[in-house]
């Protein structure tokens, strides 16, 4: 019988790969922008690494631990710093299994019901709202449904470059 939680790692791993091929041939061009107004392809990823502030690998990992009381949410934030506009493509896939690895970690030590029942406020702040989000719903909202939409925009901009 599949658990929930092998349901989230067949996802995540999914998320990954697809991520990864979107990723190949693009290490020439990932800050190229098709207007000053849009975001490159590095910005996207650092966005995506690091909404939550930390990561989903460390919100989760605090979530399914117990550990974590709270969190916050800033949309629309790029998140790039000097550090990271200097990585190269070897540098950003550095960071990108970091983070699917701690996905991956947190949650092969959970349970079904850590994934379902333990929660953390998560402070939207973008939005002014609060609520409570359980590790399931976690990886949902932002890993499947946000990284989804991000993935989109990735894959449009290798369309628009031709890559």
């Known amino acids: 019988m599949k658990t929930l939680r092998d349901a989230q790692l067949a996802k995540v791993q999914s998320i990954e790969a697809e991520l990864l091929g ?3 041939g693009m290490d020439y061009c990932l800050d190229w922008k098709p207007d000053p107004e849009a975001w490159s392809v590095r910005e996207v990823l ?5 909404t939550p502030a930390g990561g ?3 919100v989760l990992q605090g979530i399914v631990s117990g550990e974590l009381a709270e969190f916050e949410v800033w949309a629309d934030r790029s998140n790039m710093t000097p550090e990271r506009q ?11 299994s970091v983070m699917f690895r701690g996905i ?5 030590a959970s349970s079904d019901e850590d994934l379902t029942g333990k929660t953390a406020l ?21 890993l499947a449904r946000h990284w989804g939409e991000h993935l989109e925009q990735i894959r449009e901009l290798r369309e628009t470059l031709g890559v």
């Open 56 to 58: 989903v690998h460390t």
């Open 86 to 96: 200097s990585h190269d493509i070897d540098g950003i896939l550095h960071d990108i």
């Open 22 to 24: 979107l990723l190949e």
């Open 104 to 108: 991956e970690m947190a949650l092969q």
């Open 122 to 142: 998560a402070y939207l702040r973008s939005y002014g709202r609060e609520d409570h989000r359980s590790g399931q719903t976690l990886l949902d909202g932002l």
């Open 46 to 50: 650092y966005h995506l690494l690091d």
